[in-house]
């Protein structure tokens, strides 16, 4: 099994994941179910109570509810690479040549920016009217876009930033490689470089549990010192532990044995 991405929905104590199928965990029942992909997709998005799956390499995007069952398709009729819903109800994708906004009401785009870049991720500021955009693949510097009623209003390019964006956290980012950065008005500062390279993740009560290997590292996210670490197994999550760690060793059982 192939491990693309996951979303915890905390109010209902149920984890999606997204791998070659579509699967709910519900934590309070113990049970499963799972829905066949049939396209190539590697992100889940959860919005308006509804799962948002980018296919990018086939221009849709499909739409399923909280219970798996598919119930829309967008066709948004350019080639994209991310997606990221806006504070202001529009849907925004990052293109081959910059980003557009597309009009979910009406299905159809509603307008496009250049940007003289080609960026794979849009992270969301969910605070304000700002995306980052960065790229996984190439030098494309860390972007900066504000946004309102489905136009760019301002654009601030960082500089390069290489690896990615793991998590946006209150003003500070986090990249692939477990590097701190903190971010100002238009400025960007090297925090500190935790050791770790982590396929899933989990944020809750002020830390962060991350997997390498086959242990959890718990760091605190106001220091990002490391707090604690714990090891698993493949049967971890059903020895009736702590919830946030059956939580976590439930993705981290996923991740291991992708």
């Known amino acids: 099994m192939y491990f693309s991405d996951n979303f915890y929905l905390k109010e209902e104590d149920v984890i999606y994941i997204l791998s070659n199928d579509l699967c709910k965990i519900d934590l309070k029942q113990n049970e499963m179910i799972k829905v066949k992909v049939p396209y190539s997709c590697h992100k889940l998005y959860f919005e ?7 296919c990018s390499g086939n221009d849709i995007i499909l739409v399923f509810d909280k219970d798996l069952t598919r119930i829309d398709t967008l066709f948004p009729g350019i080639d994209f690479f991310d997606i990221s819903f806006g504070n202001d109800g529009y849907l925004y994708l990052a293109y081959e040549y910059g980003i557009f906004s597309y009009d979910l009401g009406k299905n159809e785009v509603y307008k496009k920016t250049g940007l003289g870049f080609e960026f794979t ?8 009217n700002v995306f980052y955009l960065h790229d996984d693949y190439y030098s494309a510097p860390l972007t900066k876009i504000t946004y309102d009623n489905g136009e760019i209003i301002d654009i601030h390019s960082f500089g390069n ?5 793991h998590y946006f956290l209150d003003g500070r980012i986090i990249d692939y490689y477990g590097n701190l950065y903190e971010l100002g008005n238009n400025t960007l500062s090297f925090l500190s470089g935790p050791p770790f390279y982590s396929r899933t993740s989990y944020i809750e009560n002020n830390s962060l549990y991350t997997l390498y290997d086959e242990f959890i590292y718990e760091y ?3 220091t990002f010192k490391l707090k604690s670490i714990m090891e698993i197994s493949y049967g971890y999550y059903n020895e009736g532990e702590v919830d946030l760690y059956k939580k976590m060793a439930m993705l981290c059982y996923y991740a291991l044995t992708g």
Do not use: A
């Open 48 to 54: 308006n109570n509804k799962l948002y799956l980018p």
């Open 161 to 165: 930033m290489y690896h990615g964006i």
């Open 121 to 128: 991720e849009i992270i969301k500021d969910p605070k304000s």
């Open 220 to 222: 605190d996210l106001d």
